[in-house]
């Protein structure tokens, strides 16, 4: 049997995008006598630009444990997908035609969130179309959890165990600032895993006075650090009560002082207690996946193949309990997947005594 497929990776990077694209080859030279794969540069912008080259099936070997991508990455806003810009680029169109003219049978993305919309926006186009759900966010709508997560959650943790000795050795305040802008998911499991004292998330705004209280009630009770794992997105009350172009503007009068240092500088100034901020930040995107993330890409992978050799497009890879399974593109692309509230690790990290800032 013949096939002809596109791949590319679109958004963030993350470790285990290889690891996924291997799966797919493999298990696909597997499946079909005849089988051509194309790649495609750059996520949608090569599709939109006609940047992709042919590959030899060795090009899939000894990837596995190699970070990022080697077909490269990079962001296209799926709210620009449809506007034609000063180039007068139809991409929609270009993203057709260049289909057609790669004659692909489908076309396999890897990606978060932005990349299932433009999946399904290209599917709904009459494309065929299989997602793979990517991110150390962990943020995609209907799967249990994406590739490149757990290595994330691992080099997040470990650094808040080497800020731990050092903490611990000044007396300090640390606050360790952990990606995530919409979703904490990345936080809470690290800072859970890391043993920090406070974890603030986008998804439970904090009150300044609640965490100086937190720190204070620490080092009264002999403790001579704190840590304080803060997601990239979190945010006080005030600012979670203020309108989205508002809480932009503030950010934008000073990019470089991060969520990090704003809570640093606060806690230092209404504590007087000696508190540095850490931002890990692209290191937590970096280096070789995890074990669980090569086993999870992989079975990702070999999924996207199986429901290839069916002819069942419109639809993305997720994991639900133990089982690898896929939703229709339709009903996932763009939701998120946020930390509710009353998650019950957030239950059971405030039963081992940590802090969320929402405190009375
Ligand atoms: O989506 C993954 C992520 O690392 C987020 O956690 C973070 O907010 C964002 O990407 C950073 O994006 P960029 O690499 O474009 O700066």
């Known amino acids: 049997m013949k096939r002809r497929i596109g791949i590319l990776t679109s958004g963030g990077d993350c470790p285990g995008l290889n690891a996924a694209i291997r799966g797919v080859a493999k298990a696909a030279y597997e499946m079909f006598d005849d ?28 990837i596995l444990t190699r970070g990022g991508t080697i077909l490269g990455t990079s962001r296209r806003p799926f709210r620009d997908m449809r506007v034609i810009g000063d180039d007068k680029l139809d991409k929609v169109k270009a993203m057709k035609e260049n289909y057609k003219k790669m004659k692909l049978d489908c076309l396999i993305t890897l990606g978060g969130n932005g990349t299932h919309k433009t999946a399904n926006l290209l599917s709904e ?17 209907g799967t249990d959890v994406t590739f490149g997560f757990h290595t994330a959650v691992d080099i997040a943790t470990d650094v808040i165990d080497r800020i731990h000795t050092t903490a611990d050795s000044h007396g300090r305040v640390m606050v360790i600032e952990i990606m995530g802008n919409k979703a904490g998911w990345l936080t809470l499991y690290s800072g859970l895993a890391g043993g920090a004292d406070i974890i603030l998330l986008p998804e439970i705004p904090y009150s300044m006075d609640s965490v100086v209280d937190a720190v204070k009630g620490r080092m009264k009770s002999g403790k001579s650090f704190s840590i304080i794992a803060v997601a990239e997105g979190a945010m006080s009350k005030d600012e979670a009560g203020m309108k989205k172009k508002e809480r932009a503007a503030l950010i934008a009068e000073n990019p470089y002082k991060t969520v990090a240092h704003r809570v640093a500088e606060q806690i230092q100034k209404k504590s007087g207690l000696e508190t540095r901020a850490v931002v890990p930040g692209h290191l937590q995107r970096g280096g ?26 419109g639809v993305t890879v997720a994991m639900m309990g133990d089982q690898v399974v896929h939703n229709p593109l339709n009903e996932v692309a763009g939701l998120t997947k946020f930390v509710p509230q009353h998650h019950q690790m957030v239950v059971t990290a405030r039963r081992v005594g940590i802090r969320f800032g929402d405190e009375k």
């Open 288 to 313: 070789s996946p995890s074990a669980y993330d090569r086993a999870l890409s992989t079975r990702f992978g070999v999924h996207a193949a199986e429901l290839l050799r069916a002819g069942i497009y």
């Open 35 to 62: 089988l051509e794969i194309v790649g495609i540069a750059d996520g949608y912008a090569g599709l939109i630009d006609g940047e992709y080259e042919e590959m030899k099936q060795s090009d899939f070997s000894g």
């Open 125 to 141: 186009e009459g494309l065929n179309v299989i997602g793979l759900p990517k991110t150390i966010d962990n943020d995609i709508w």
